[in-house]
C-alpha cells in the first residue's frame, strides 16, 4: 500500500502544551491526521493509567485503551485534568507507551462515541447471553469465508485457536507464551501472504500499525480490540472493518480501571463495528 500525501494534507504544527519533536513529519501523518480533527475546545476532566486498562473522559466522551507498559521512560507525569483533549491525544506517538496509552484513550473519548459511529453506519453489538456475556465476535462472522485461507491474527485473542480448525492460522504475539505463535517480526513474511488478516488495537499504541497494514494490504483486514480508534480515516488506510468499542457506563469503566475487577465488556463497553464503503471491502 502506497500512503499517497493526499491522505494527510495539512501539516501537522506543534500546540505548544505537549510536544513531541521529530512527529510532525510525514511518517506521523495517521497519527497527525487523527489529532488533528479533534476540536480544540474539548477538555480533559478525567483519567486513569490502570494496570489492564485505562481511560480518559472529557466533554465529549469517554475513551479506553489497554495499558501497555514499556518503551522509554516517562519525562514527566503532568495532571493532565483541565489541558485540551487535542493536546493530551498527542501523546498517542510517544515512545513511552504508558503516555501513549493515554493518548490513545484520548483519541477514542473523541472518536470512540455512540452518536458520532451512528451517523457513519456503525453496528452496535446489544444482544447478549443469559450469562451476560457477548454472543459472538468479530472472528465468528468470518468464519465461513475462512475456509482453507491464509488467516494471520495479529495478537493473542481468547479462544483465537478456534479458527485454525477452519484455516490456515498463524498468530503473532510480542511477548510468545503459546506453542503455536510465533514472534511478531515473522509479520514480515506472513502478512504478505495473508487472505484475511487481523490486527490488535494495540498496534495503534506501540505504533506498529502503518507497517502492519501496509504489509496486509492485499488482505481483508479487521483491526480489532477495544483500544480501536472508530475513525473512517482507517478505511483509508487498507482497514475493511473496525471492530472496537464504545464505553456505556463510565461511572463503572472507572470503578473496573482503578480497582482491577469486573468484566469490562459485561458491565462497562459495548462493541461496534464499522465497515468501509463496498468498494473497498472486495479484497479477498
Known sequence: MTHSESRCTQPAVPN??????????????????????????????????????????????????????????RASRPDLRGLPLRAVAELAKSWCFEEATLGMAALNAFYNQRERLEALGAVFEEKQSEDGSRVTDVFDRFLPRMRDRNVVVVGHFPRIERLGEHANLTVLERAVRHEADLPDPACEYALPEADFAFITGVSLTNKTAPRLLDLARDASTVMVGPSVTMSSFLHRWGV??????????????????????GKLFDEALATVTLAAPAPASVKG
Open 16 to 73: 505548544g502544551i505537549i510536544d513531541l519533536p521529530g512527529t510532525y513529519g510525514r511518517p506521523w501523518k495517521l497519527y497527525n491526521h487523527l489529532i488533528r480533527q479533534i476540536p480544540e475546545h474539548l477538555t480533559v476532566r478525567d483519567y486513569a493509567l490502570g494496570v489492564r486498562w485505562s481511560y480518559v473522559q472529557a466533554d465529549c466522551g469517554t475513551g479506553v485503551a489497554w495499558t501497555m507498559r514499556g518503551g522509554s521512560p
Open 240 to 261: 475493511d472493518l473496525l471492530a472496537g468499542s464504545v464505553v456505556r457506563d463510565p461511572e463503572r469503566l472507572s470503578f473496573i480501571v482503578r480497582n482491577g475487577t
